[in-house]
């Protein structure tokens, strides 16, 4: 072995130890089934003219939420935050740019796992007239500043929507770990 990873489709090389001579060669099944699972989930920010965030009011929680879901089996972040939006608010709309990747650590009996939040863009008023809840998943929509979200959303969500507000007015697209900025 000349110290070069294994690339045939039927196989894949872990270094067990610094040296390839001790590498084990793996079939891929068993390669990927050591591989770690995270879960995902994807969100989009809305924000009306004042910066002030879009919350939803779920039916079956306490806690409001951003408009998004859970990414399903073979589903991209991306399909997952445009599905969400047509079945929580009957939006078919283009997303925009990606505001915060967000690492998310174990926590409440959950795995790890990563929050994508998009750009939805800016909304008014007159726009919430027309939001349809089709499947019964929220009851409210309304605009809030980041001060009223704390008071009802997951403190978790909270950091994440500061965050994604900033990364709006800013262009980018901020890295956290927990909801903490770390790029």
Same mark, same amino acid.
């Given at each position: 072995?000349?110290?070069?990873?294994?690339?045939?489709? %039927?196989?894949?090389v #872990?270094? !067990?130890?610094?040296?390839?001579? /001790?590498?084990?060669?793996?079939p891929?099944?068993?390669?990927?089934?050591?591989?770690?699972?995270? =879960?995902? @989930?994807?969100?989009?920010?809305?924000?009306?003219?004042?910066?002030? %965030?879009?919350?939803?009011?779920?039916?079956?929680?306490? /806690?409001w939420?951003i408009?998004? $879901?859970?990414?399903?089996?073979?589903?991209?972040?991306?399909?997952? @935050?445009? =599905?969400?939006? %047509?079945?929580? #608010? $009957? #939006?078919?709309r283009?997303? *925009?740019?990606?505001? &915060?990747?967000?690492? %998310?650590?174990?926590?409440?009996?959950?795995?790890? *796992? &990563?929050?994508?939040?998009?750009?939805?863009?800016?909304? $008014?008023?007159?726009? #919430? &007239?027309?939001?349809?809840f $089709?499947?019964?998943?929220?009851?409210s929509?309304?605009?809030?500043?980041?001060?009223?979200?704390?008071?009802? !959303?997951?403190?978790?969500?909270?950091?994440?929507?500061?965050?994604?507000?900033?990364?709006?007015?800013? *262009?980018?697209?901020?890295?956290?770990?927990h *909801?903490? =900025?770390?790029?």
């Amino acid at each position: 072995m000349d110290g070069a990873p294994v690339t045939s489709p %039927v196989a894949r090389v #872990l270094w !067990v130890t610094g040296s390839p001579s /001790n590498a084990e060669v793996l079939p891929v099944e068993q390669y990927v089934a050591t591989l770690a699972r995270k =879960r995902m @989930a994807a969100g989009i920010l809305f924000r009306d003219r004042a910066d002030r %965030v879009l919350l939803l009011e779920p039916s079956y929680k306490p /806690n409001w939420e951003i408009p998004g $879901g859970a990414v399903e089996a073979d589903e991209s972040p991306w399909a997952t @935050a445009s =599905r969400e939006l %047509v079945e929580e #608010l $009957g #939006l078919d709309r283009p997303l *925009g740019r990606l505001l &915060v990747v967000d690492y %998310v650590r174990p926590q409440d009996s959950r795995p790890e *796992g &990563v929050v994508f939040v998009f750009d939805g863009g800016v909304l $008014g008023e007159t726009d #919430l &007239v027309g939001l349809v809840f $089709g499947d019964g998943e929220i009851v409210s929509a309304g605009f809030h500043t980041i001060d009223q979200a704390r008071t009802k !959303v997951k403190p978790l969500l909270a950091d994440r929507l500061t965050v994604a507000v900033e990364a709006a007015r800013q *262009g980018v697209t901020a890295l956290c770990e927990h *909801g903490v =900025r770390v790029a």
